[in-house]
């Protein structure tokens, strides 16, 4: 089925889950509106998981960047990463969470990610840049708060077509 992650992959996830990587999340419980001011969320265009209703749960102003890639873009280690584009990324982003007054970033990966296909990364890889990226925001020190979220869409065990939101 498009847009599942593969049995094999679900079974690595569920080992992170055990192993306390990765935390299953609940944005009604965990984070219902945390922000007056919003914050801005980064996501991929891809349309294969909805990250804009998650993150409605969470913002009450959510400031939505979509682009193919999402945080992917901000990833050195990504086969499709640029510099130029990067930078100039951030910037925007900054001079958006100014002109909102928010210090609150929400970076949404996925998998599987076409544009993480394309180049040739496994959800692994898509793991590692997710911590990396979220870390390369924290020591920036201009947001306040950063929060990293994996997306996956599998099939479970009752053959049933689920979303699962993890914290990274």
Known sequence: MNGVISNQENEYISGLKQHGVLQRFNPEKEMRCIDENGGVAVMCSDGDIDAEQF???ISYRPHTIRVFGGPLLFAPSFGGYDTGFARQLIKNIKQGAEVKNTRTLYLYFHSPCGMATAHHHDIREVLDMAMSVGDIFDRDNFFSRVFTFFHV?????????????YLV
């Open 55 to 57: 993150h409605r749960w």
């Open 153 to 165: 869409k599998r099939i479970n065990k009752g053959e049933i077509l689920e979303q699962n939101v």
